[in-house]
């Protein structure tokens, strides 16, 4: 670790509280960052100053007392917010998110006891010398996660520390450590006294971990704690000539196949949730799941509201579920009606999502699927760089035009030009004025 490392604003502060006598270390997230070799988001501070003590080391600044109660600072230095806390110790959660009050103690090991993961409970000085008296950085060199202290109470004060603690997995791509791991499957019932929206916001970044197919495969019964509507889904067997795998394994490949974006992964893990509803088997024992699009698409809004999710990503995502098993075939009539009907950001999301779905199913049937999908691709790609027709907006008519044609004013303008795009998107019609004027006045 260099000085040049860290921002100029931040060693100002710990200068300056180290000048007027007090202990000040950087801590938390900035310190396991810099210990993993990237650069921190932010700077956290903490320090041997009471909060008052604090306000008056930086006289002249711009101060935010937003967190004061819990004994935190906000110092603007050089345009750039910094908390700095004083080192304290928590009473009991009482509310399963923040403790019921704090203590000031003048010890810094006694403040790092009461974090969460040991890789977040190092502290580092200005000269890059470390205080960890619970082995982080061993953690840290080793890529495992672990609680600091005794696991079940860490995940009894914030329940939210059993999401963190996937998510990291997931990001970092580290292993849990076996305590930890066993704490979190037997307090997960924790997570419901956790807001949706803290769930919500961890959730998102787990899924776009490189790792969340290794946290999906061990602790399926932590989602279930809060979308129970995955549990039949984790428990489904797919006996068809379509998959190798079963369910919850079938939809954990589709995940891990998707790009790294929050809806798309989103609508892999729910593309299939209504399966087991729709499950039948026939006479040959092979299992169908007629509908299941559909199914799918009503349970994933739900679960999505639960966690409160915008209705933007709401409705992005079970657009895609309704329509992942839809069959386009590569022909430009069909491919301009689908770009009409999704536009073509959500078309090419969905051209995403059934790759990914492919890329979960038996693998003899994947590299046809694939192709027949580049195809598909190729061809959108094509309709849109000619600048063919798809909206009402791109043909060559307007109201106007066809008011002047004799169509009175009103509604039947509106339907005149939808039968308008309606022909030109079948290619039954050419999207050219006359060829348009012609057929109104026929």
């Given at each position: 670790m260099h000085l040049a490392d860290i921002p100029a604003g931040a060693q100002h502060i710990?200068?300056?509280?180290?000048?007027?006598?007090?202990?000040?270390?950087?801590?938390?997230?900035?310190?396991?960052?810099?210990?993993?070799?990237?650069?921190?988001?932010?700077?956290?501070?903490?320090?041997?100053?009471?909060?008052?003590?604090?306000?008056?080391?930086?006289?002249?600044?711009?101060?935010?007392?937003?967190?004061?109660?819990?004994?935190t600072v906000t110092v603007l230095e050089e345009g750039e917010p910094y908390e700095i806390t004083t080192y304290r110790t928590e009473g009991p959660y009482s509310d399963s998110r923040r403790p019921d009050y704090v203590r000031f103690v003048s010890s810094l090991e006694a403040d790092l006891a009461r974090r969460d993961f040991t890789m977040n409970a190092i502290a580092m000085?200005?000269?890059?010398?470390?205080?960890?008296?619970?082995?982080?950085?061993?953690?840290?060199?080793?890529?495992?996660?672990?609680?600091?202290?005794?696991?079940?109470?860490r995940f009894q004060e914030d329940g939210l520390r059993i999401m963190r603690a996937l998510r990291f997995a997931s990001v970092f791509g580290y292993e849990i450590e076996s305590c930890t791991e066993q704490a979190i499957h037997?307090?997960?019932?924790?997570?419901?006294?956790?807001?949706?929206?803290?769930?919500?916001?961890?959730?998102?970044?787990?899924l776009?971990?490189?790792?969340?197919?290794?946290?999906?495969?061990?602790f399926p019964d932590v989602l279930c704690e809060f979308w129970p509507q995955l549990e039949p889904l984790v428990q489904l067997k797919q006996n068809n000539p379509w998959h190798c795998w079963d369910g919850w394994e079938h939809t954990i490949h589709t995940v891990e196949a998707a790009p790294a974006d929050e809806v798309l992964r989103l609508t892999m893990l729910l593309h299939d949730i209504g399966k087991p509803s729709?499950?039948?088997?026939d006479d040959q024992g092979v299992d169908h799941f007629y509908g299941h699009?559909?199914?799918?698409?009503?349970?994933?809004?739900?679960?999505?509201?639960?966690?409160?999710?915008?209705?933007?990503?709401?409705?992005?995502?079970?657009?895609?579920?309704?329509?992942?098993?839809?069959?386009?075939?590569?022909?430009?009539q069909a491919v301009r009606r689908w770009l009409n009907r999704l536009g073509p950001e959500v078309f090419f999301q969905l051209l995403e999502v059934k790759r990914a779905d492919s890329r979960g199913q038996a693998h003899a049937m994947v590299s046809?699927?694939?192709?027949?999908?580049?195809?598909?691709?190729?061809?959108?790609?094509?309709?849109i760089a000619q600048g063919q027709c798809l909206t009402r907006n791109d043909l060559a008519l307007t109201g106007r035009d066809i008011i002047a044609a004799?169509?009175?004013?009103?509604?039947?303008?509106?339907?005149?030009?939808?039968?308008?795009?309606?022909?030109?998107?079948?290619?039954?019609?050419?999207?050219?004025?006359?060829?348009?004027?012609a057929w109104i006045s026929h």
């Open positions: 710990l200068q300056t509280l180290a000048q007027s006598g007090y202990e000040a270390y950087f801590v938390g997230g900035c310190v396991r960052d810099l210990l993993r070799g990237v650069p921190p988001h932010d700077w956290d501070i903490c320090t041997s100053a009471r909060p008052e003590e604090t306000e008056f080391c930086f006289a002249g600044h711009r101060i935010f007392e937003t967190g004061l109660k819990h004994g000085g200005l000269d890059g010398s470390l205080r960890d008296p619970f082995g982080g950085a061993g953690d840290i060199q080793a890529r495992r996660i672990c609680c600091v202290g005794k696991p079940a109470q037997n307090s997960r019932a924790r997570l419901r006294h956790v807001a949706a929206e803290r769930i919500h916001a961890e959730l998102c970044k787990l776009t971990g490189d790792s969340v197919g290794t946290v999906l495969r061990r729709c499950k039948s088997t699009p559909a199914v799918s698409a009503e349970l994933a809004g739900q679960m999505l509201r639960t966690l409160k999710f915008e209705n933007r990503t709401r409705e992005r995502v079970v657009t895609l579920v309704e329509y992942h098993d839809v069959q386009i075939p590569p022909r430009s046809r699927r694939l192709a027949e999908l580049d195809a598909l691709q190729k061809k959108a790609e094509e309709i004799g169509i009175p004013p009103g509604p039947e303008v509106g339907r005149v030009l939808d039968e308008l795009l309606d022909r030109v998107l079948s290619g039954e019609v050419p999207n050219e004025r006359p060829t348009l004027l």
